[in-house]
């Protein structure tokens, strides 16, 4: 076993010095061993050992797997465990079973059916700004999380989902608690049981009233093929809004963030020199939307380098360091350049079978959003200094506070 495994480097769940932390991680090399919340796990910080492991069919999404777990040194009692113990859905189980419950929204996400959902994102985009320009109608600041970047994408997976508009106030709310550190473990528990419910009598109404949406298409089995359970459709349901919203929200918020603080680079997209795929692949890459991905669990001993993975023992994803590997990007991959050319080998969305089945619609709406933005708003401008902008406390996705601008 490695020196790293004996001084695990703490994760800090408040979020408070991120690019330190960043800088940490990387430097305690490929495979570190880590604490999350009194837990230990191990992370991998590389990007081709991230790749490898991504794809190695001994690590698996299943808890039952976790000998902590197994053990009862995890419990329900951890403030993490609703981001593994999540149901069962096509997040949490591997090969046949991930396929089978992973092919319906993949065919709901292709190319073909993206270019189609385009439109209802550019209306959607249309009415958002139009908010955005009526709530800073007086001059003063107003947070574009709040009116722009958090609405816009429920409103596309809702629409997708068949999630009714006039929930969107109670999801913002409950996974906003789901997600904080600062939510005490018991009402955490108590939102997870809400959710579930909800989902669920969503589930039993789309199966007595079928529409033209994701969900019932979830629910109804191809000819021949095996239906999903109720509970399996509840837990792709919950997860795909969850996922489909918060990346998403973060990817738009971090690239207006970093081309407004490297004001050369964005004159270079607005000029047209780069485009603005570019601009959003390197955002992905220097500050994308997941800053830890939690868990797999080795089946068997697995062995790295001088480290052994050891059978029941759980390996972390660290996304944000694996975007700054030196070995990949270059010496400054703690720079950010839209011109670099290896931002589009950023794996920020996963890599192997359970790569994020959003992520082409995640690229898509941020590439609606930004220039509809910024071609409404050219004056647009941070209304507080960037290093105010800090994190929300939320240890495994990079959740940006109240955004203020003015956009006149």
Not at 156 to 179: I, Q, T
Not at 205 to 218: E, G, M, N, S, V
């Amino acid at each position: 076993m490695s020196a790293a495994a004996q001084c695990p480097l703490v994760i800090d769940p408040m979020i408070g010095d991120l690019a330190g932390e960043t800088t940490r991680l990387r430097a305690s090399g490929p495979i570190t061993r880590i604490e999350l919340l009194g837990v230990p796990a191990w992370t991998i910080t590389e990007h081709s050992l991230a790749r490898q492991l991504l794809v190695d069919p001994r690590l698996v999404k299943d808890i039952g797997a976790w000998s902590l777990w197994q053990s009862g040194v995890v419990t329900r009692q951890w403030p993490l465990i609703g981001m593994i113990d999540a149901g069962r859905s096509m997040f949490t189980v591997d090969g046949a079973e991930h396929r089978r419950l992973r092919i319906k929204t993949t065919q709901a996400l292709t190319p073909r059916r993206l270019a189609a959902l385009r439109p209802m994102i550019e209306r959607f985009t249309g009415e958002l700004l139009d908010d955005l320009d009526a709530a800073a109608a007086g001059g003063e600041g107003v947070d574009l999380k709040a009116v722009f970047a958090y609405p816009l994408p429920m409103r596309v997976v809702s629409e997708l989902m068949g999630v009714p508009r006039s929930d969107h106030p109670m999801l913002l709310a409950s996974y906003k608690k789901f997600f904080s550190m600062l939510t005490p473990q018991d009402e955490r528990l108590r939102v997870i049981a809400e959710l579930d419910d909800y989902y669920l009598d969503m589930v039993r109404d789309k199966t007595a009233h079928p529409a033209d949406d994701l969900t019932t298409a979830l629910i109804q089995a191809d000819e021949g093929g095996e239906p999903l359970t109720e509970e399996e459709v509840v837990g792709n349901l919950k997860a795909l809004v969850a996922a489909g919203h918060e990346t998403t929200v973060s990817l738009i918020l971090t690239t207006v963030r970093a081309l407004l603080t490297h004001p050369d680079q964005f004159e270079r997209v607005r000029g047209g020199e780069i485009d603005w795929k570019q601009a959003i692949e390197e955002t992905l890459r220097w500050d994308g939307p997941v800053i830890h991905l939690l868990m797999r669990f080795a089946t068997e001993d697995i062995v790295v380098g001088d480290t052994v993975i050891e059978q029941g023992e759980g390996v972390v994803m660290s996304y944000r360091t694996i975007g700054r590997d030196t070995s990949v990007h270059g010496a400054d991959a703690d720079e950010f350049d839209i011109s670099r050319p290896t931002a589009g080998r950023n794996i920020s969305f996963g890599y192997g079978p359970h790569v994020c089945p959003g992520a082409a619609l995640a690229r898509l709406e941020a590439a609606v959003a930004l220039p509809a933005l910024f071609d409404r708003f050219p004056d647009l401008r941070l209304a507080a200094p960037a290093e105010e902008i800090g994190n929300l406390p939320v240890l495994t996705q990079n959740d940006l506070a109240a955004f203020p601008v003015r956009v006149r």
